[in-house]
């Protein structure tokens, strides 16, 4: 791996992680402007939690060695989470500003994935 790539990996993901992490977090902890927009997108405030616990542990998953299976399915979790809610304030007819972090995040998935060492490919 390039030094370049190796930069890239690690930006993409540690700016990843930190936010999936504190995001994860606060929907665990329903912090009050989670819980407000998870009623917007008209979805049940229990799947806050199931949504938080999924976010920190893929963050875990990404961040540890080995695991390479698991850690392609927590990728795959995050760009379904970070699409589906760019859908969802879509569907409810929100404008850009309330959905490009999702859509920022969905990219940095893509680009952390794509540019992970070989050590944590299948």
Do not use: C
Not at 82 to 110: C, E, K, R, W, Y
């Amino acid at each position: 791996m390039t030094k370049r790539n190796n930069i890239i990996y690690w930006t993409a993901t540690g700016i990843l992680a930190l936010f999936m992490f504190v995001g994860g977090l606060a929907q665990i902890f329903r912090q009050k402007d989670n819980v407000e927009g998870i009623i917007h997108l008209g979805y049940p405030l229990y799947f806050m939690a199931i949504l938080g616990v999924w976010k920190v542990l893929g963050v875990i998953t990404i961040l540890l060695p080995r695991f390479p299976l698991v850690k392609e399915w927590a990728y795959a979790g995050f760009f379904f989470a970070m699409t589906g809610a760019v859908i969802s304030h879509i569907a409810v007819g929100d404008q850009f500003a309330h959905f490009i972090a999702p859509l920022v995040f969905a990219i940095l998935t893509v680009v952390s994935w794509y540019f992970r060492p070989a050590g944590r490919r299948i």
